[in-house]
T-cell receptor, first 113, second 119 residues
Framework: GDSVTQMEGPVTLSEEAFLTINCTYT??????LFWYVQYPGEGLQLLLK?????DKGSNKGFEATYRKETTSFHLEKGSVQVSDSAVYFC????????????FGAGTRLAVHP | GAVVSQHPSWVICKSGTSVKIECRSL??????MFWYRQFPKQSLMLMAT?????????EQGVEKDKFLINHASLTLSTLTVTSAHPEDSSFYIC???????????????FGPGTRLLVL
């Protein structure tokens, strides 16, 4: 079945460091891919998405490129801030049906001043 | 932007009581809403898919009679945890999928979550 695998956390970085959170997926066809962010005690917020191969999603300095050949959707940010500390979830949704989201396990990011 | 609200945000109840959680899409119509459960430091587990005007579709292992879902309108879905027990304590999150063009990608927007503690 469809699945999403994320790198295990926690990821601990200093402010202004470069961030990469790896995400790979297994799915038939051409799923849509998402990154969601969850701040402490809150629900999920959509961070960015890509719906077809080679699409790049971007938002708030974060980027991820849909790589069909490597079935990956790695999240990157050039310079993280303390306020980026949160849990990041990679997810996929297949077209058709009810577009159920399948989530990765989540990666906790802690950014220190 | 698309906003989804949940009420209440926190609920503490005694074992054996029932708790109702509301999920509302505030500025868009949602033909489909999803209910998730999240345990501490874990990912979201889809419990059920709720479609307006029809019965919810439950994921394997989720008790239908325990977690009653009603999707009465295009902006409201409710989850009722019946005869709650301490093991039902969790963070419950809903999401709403916007009504869009058939076959096209549709984004899910998440509510802020409801933390349930059963004593």
């Amino acid at each position: 079945g469809d699945s999403v695998t994320q790198m295990e956390g926690p990821v601990t970085l200093s402010e202004e460091a470069f961030l990469t959170i790896n995400c790979t997926y297994t799915a038939t066809g051409y799923p849509s891919l998402f990154w969601y962010v969850q701040y402490p005690g809150e629900g999920l917020q959509l961070l960015l998405k890509a719906t077809k191969a080679d699409d790049k999603g971007s938002n708030k300095g974060f980027e991820a490129t849909y790589r069909k050949e490597t079935t990956s959707f790695h999240l990157e940010k050039g310079s993280v801030q303390v306020s980026d500390s949160a849990v990041y979830f990679c997810a996929l949704s297949r077209a058709g049906g009810y577009n159920k989201l399948i989530f990765g396990a989540g990666t906790r990011l802690a950014v220190h001043p | 932007g698309a906003v989804v609200s949940q009420h209440p945000s926190w609920v503490i109840c005694k074992s054996g009581t029932s708790v109702k959680i509301e999920c509302r899409s505030l500025d868009f119509q949602a033909t489909t809403m999803f209910w998730y459960r999240q345990f501490p430091k874990q990912s979201l587990m889809l419990m059920a898919t709720s479609n307006e005007g029809s019965k919810a579709t439950y994921e394997q292992g989720v008790e239908k009679d325990k977690f009653l879902i009603n999707h009465a309108s295009l902006t409201l879905s409710t989850l009722t945890v019946t005869s709650a027990h301490p093991e039902d304590s969790s963070f419950y999150i809903c999401s709403a999928r916007e009504r869009g063009i058939a076959g096209g990608p549709r984004t899910q927007y998440f509510g802020p979550g409801t933390r349930l503690l059963v004593l």
